[in-house]
């Protein structure tokens, strides 16, 4: 298996705070993809910080690099 596991969510599309965004969860991480950022894989121990703090609703919003 690769680094993110299996989906274990289907891939949502949405609005946050006037940013086009999409999201699909996996076993051991997350892709987030916003139209100004791109995609970014998000595991380990990034992903669980990530989801402490409210993933991309919180402090710190979608990914960068």
Same mark, same amino acid.
């Given at each position: 298996?690769d /680094?993110? $596991? +299996?989906p274990? #969510?289907n %891939?949502?599309?949405f609005t @946050?705070? #006037? &940013?086009? %965004?999409c &999201?699909? =969860?996996? *076993?051991? $991480?997350?892709?987030?993809y916003?139209a100004?950022? $791109?995609a970014?894989? +998000? !595991? $380990?121990? +990034? !992903?669980?910080? @990530? &989801?402490?703090? =409210?993933? @991309? &609703? *919180? +402090?710190?919003g979608?990914? /960068?690099?």
């Open positions: 298996t /680094i993110l $596991g +299996i274990v #969510s %891939a949502e599309c @946050y705070n #006037s &940013k086009n %965004a &999201k699909q =969860d996996f *076993g051991r $991480g997350t892709v987030v916003s100004s950022n $791109g970014h894989e +998000i !595991y $380990g121990e +990034i !992903y669980n910080r @990530y &989801k402490e703090m =409210d993933t @991309y &609703k *919180g +402090i710190l979608f990914p /960068i690099t």
